[in-house]
């Protein structure tokens, strides 16, 4: 396994922006998976795991330590259950998981990265998560020395989390996902966005209709990496919608009703209630487009903070924090960024 050093990392997010690893390695085997870990742990340095890059902030000054890049592949298939590698793009998973006609992650076509981070953020998109199917999850135990597998309910998913971004956040290295779909099982059309996309069709919407819907308004949203295009130099969702307990969401709708702005909440986990984000976001005054300096909203989704043209990390913290600020202020909600922070102190 080779090591580069003084390998800059702006060219490995979606984002475009950060200073360099002091090493960078790619792992194309769990055997290099492990290797890697010995050699920053021989040598006392820090490791940062990296997929897709699309889920990321990397600092101006960069990584410290190693950046451990997983290129895991191969897809194998048994009946409904699928054995993908963590370095398999995800939307190409999808893809094909369509044409197979196999259901359970149709809605969530267009999500860039790769299959690695799925089970860490629980990602998630128009009425689906990966929850829902993921059934195993094989990593490398940083702390036993070890390969595991981790079943379901050993994953502690919750909305947008897992335990590997929380209580266990650093301690696993994903190498495989394994999925169960259903075999010619009905696309979910649960969200509002795609149930007017196919509104007064007069047949029933297949998987690959489903699929091409969600791509369609991602896209209308910004939120499809599409080269040239501006408003995709984002690492996607910047902040989580978030949960709140059902007095303060009876506080936001009392404010909806009086100023006229209709928000749609959703239940989640443990009886907490979802409020949308950008709904926060636009009522405390920051709109589709805003601009400070290099960084900026995007011009088709409020949730997406773009590098406008040359921007830096601390220009993306400083208008994020901005925001944060200006809805905790208005709203008393703390919103929490979504990103993974690489580099800062």
């Keep these: 396994m080779k090591i580069l050093e003084n390998i800059s990392l702006a060219g490995y997010t979606t984002f475009g922006i950060g200073g360099p690893a002091r090493w960078l390695a790619d792992a194309a ?3 290099q998976i492990a290797e890697a870990s010995d050699w920053a742990r021989e040598r006392g340095v820090p490791l940062f795991v990296l997929g897709g890059g699309s889920d990321l902030l990397v600092a101006d000054e960069g990584f410290a330590g190693l950046v451990l890049h997983v290129g895991l592949k191969g897809i194998e298939r048994d009946g409904e259950l699928f054995h993908v590698g963590a370095g398999e793009n995800w939307d190409e998973f999808v893809c094909r998981a369509v044409a197979l006609e196999c259901a359970g992650i149709e809605c969530l076509a267009g999500i860039p990265g790769t299959v690695g981070g799925t089970p860490v953020q629980n990602v998630g998109a128009y009425g689906q998560e990966v929850a829902s199917v993921i059934e195993r999850v094989r990593a490398f135990d940083l702390t036993t020395r070890e390969f595991v597998e981790l079943s379901n309910v050993e994953c502690g998913f919750k909305y947008r989390r897992s335990r590997f971004n929380s209580s266990d956040r650093g301690r696993f290295i994903v190498t495989r996902v394994d999925y169960r779909l259903r075999q010619n099982g ?3 059309i649960a969200y509002q966005d795609l149930k007017a996309h196919f509104a007064g069709w007069a047949t029933a919407p297949t998987l690959a209709d489903v699929a091409a ?12 990496l599409v080269d040239g295009d501006p408003d995709c130099r984002s690492a996607g969702s ?7 307990t059902e007095e303060v969401a009876e506080r936001v709708r009392e404010y909806a009703e009086s100023a006229g702005v209709p928000v749609r909440v959703f239940l989640v986990d443990d009886g907490l209630v979802k ?8 009522q405390a005054g920051f709109a589709k487009g805003y601009t400070m300096g290099a960084a900026g ?3 088709r989704h409020t949730l997406a903070l773009i590098n406008r043209n040359g921007a830096t990390a601390k220009e993306i913290l400083a208008l994020a924090e901005k925001i944060r600020a200006a809805v905790e202020a208005r709203f008393g909600i703390r919103l929490e960024m979504e990103p993974m922070m690489v580099g800062f102190a």
């Design 29 to 31: 085997s769990e055997g």
């Design 186 to 188: 009905v696309p979910q």
């Design 297 to 299: 909203i995007s011009s």
């Design 213 to 224: 819907a969600v791509r369609s308004i991602r896209r209308s949203k910004g939120m499809l």
């Design 275 to 282: 409020i949308p984000a950008a709904w926060l976001i636009e």
């Design 238 to 244: 910047f902040f989580k919608n978030p949960a709140v």
